[in-house]
């Protein structure tokens, strides 16, 4: 068995999938859930079952907090404030950055250690190569309880200020829908004609994967804040074609709703005169703030 005992609050499918890791990587792991049925095969398993968060929390010097969202982390950690004092809280919650430096101060008013983290899996992928795992927040912190934040996922640091994982996590998942918009107006485009989703599956996913060097393409543009460089696809031809992509769906019967906010940004970039640059410019356009 493992040296430091572990003690995961909420058993959703999520909290569920990490306690189990940490039970087959030998430690000892101590479970509590608002409803205490979900409990029952982690038990089983080998795990410890606290009757409250109370007895969960002082079971373990590192406490994985695996809930909802942010408001049921405050009305579950709250009423045993106290308790958490010398503890290290290892958030996993899905949340924003500002609720994670929230987080991260009243937990330092508890006199408790915290690090906030982003979950990028779901839960059968916990534990396998394909997972990993965001965290910001107390280094020292993650560095003592590298060893059980190792066992749920690949480990990833990503600084003191805690609301980075959060960051990360919401910059990610928003490149992933993003993609997932493309993708479903595609394949909508496609079932207009009734041709099937999987014949075309294929040559779509070829086509992504080549374009996926913008990742890297646009950084370059976007950090030195130069949109003009090496550009092969200018904004005022992408603008000008984008409107045939709208005019198609319609022609076609779907929707434009997933795509459509692209077509204006393009328009007002290259009516600012930037039509010479590319698409990475947009992003100009974003910020609210100065
Ligand atoms: N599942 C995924 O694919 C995935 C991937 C990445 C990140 N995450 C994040 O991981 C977290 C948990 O997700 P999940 O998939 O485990 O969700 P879930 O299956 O819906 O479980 C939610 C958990 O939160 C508990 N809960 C909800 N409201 C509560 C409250 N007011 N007080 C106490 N406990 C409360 C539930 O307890 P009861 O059992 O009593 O209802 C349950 O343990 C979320 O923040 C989610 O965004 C999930």
Redesign the pocket.
């Known amino acids: 068995m493992s040296d430091t005992p572990v003690t995961v609050l909420?058993?959703?499918?999520?909290?569920?999938a990490l306690a189990r890791a940490l039970l087959k990587a030998g430690f000892r792991t101590t479970v509590w859930?608002?409803?205490a049925a979900?409990a029952e095969a982690l038990v089983a398993e080998g795990a410890l079952r606290a009757a409250t968060v109370a007895e969960a929390v002082e079971a373990s010097p590192l406490v994985v907090v695996?809930?909802?969202?942010h408001?049921?982390v405050r009305?579950?950690l709250a009423p045993v404030a106290k308790a958490l004092t010398g503890k290290a809280v290892a958030n996993?919650?899905?949340?924003t950055p500002r609720q994670a430096r929230e987080m991260a101060a009243w937990a330092a008013d508890q006199g408790a250690d915290y690090l906030d983290g982003g979950?990028?899996?779901?839960?059968p992928m916990i534990a396998t190569p394909a997972a990993f795992v965001l965290y910001s927040g107390d280094r020292e912190v993650f560095e003592i309880h590298r060893a059980a934040l190792d066992a749920l996922a690949r480990s990833e640091y990503l600084g003191e200020d805690a609301a980075l994982a959060s960051l990360y996590d919401i910059a990610l998942l928003s490149g992933m829908y993003g993609m997932f918009t493309g993708i479903l107006h595609a394949y909508a485009l496609i079932r207009s004609q009734d041709i099937k989703a999987a014949d075309f599956a294929p040559m779509l996913g070829r086509w992504l994967n080549g374009m996926s060097g913008a990742v890297a393409g646009y950084a370059e543009k976007i950090d030195s804040g130069d949109h003009a460089r090496g550009v092969v696809s200018n904004l005022a031809m992408q603008s000008a074609g984008f409107g045939h992509l709208i005019e198609a769906a319609e022609e076609q019967g779907v929707s434009p709703e997933l795509l459509a906010p692209l077509g204006p940004l393009m328009a007002r970039r290259v009516a600012d005169g930037h039509g010479h640059e590319d698409l990475s410019g947009l992003v100009e356009l974003l910020h609210t703030r100065p």
């Open positions: 909420g058993l959703g499918d999520m909290g569920t859930n608002r409803t979900k695996c809930l909802l969202d408001d049921s009305d579950t996993l919650t899905s949340g979950i990028m899996a779901v839960p």
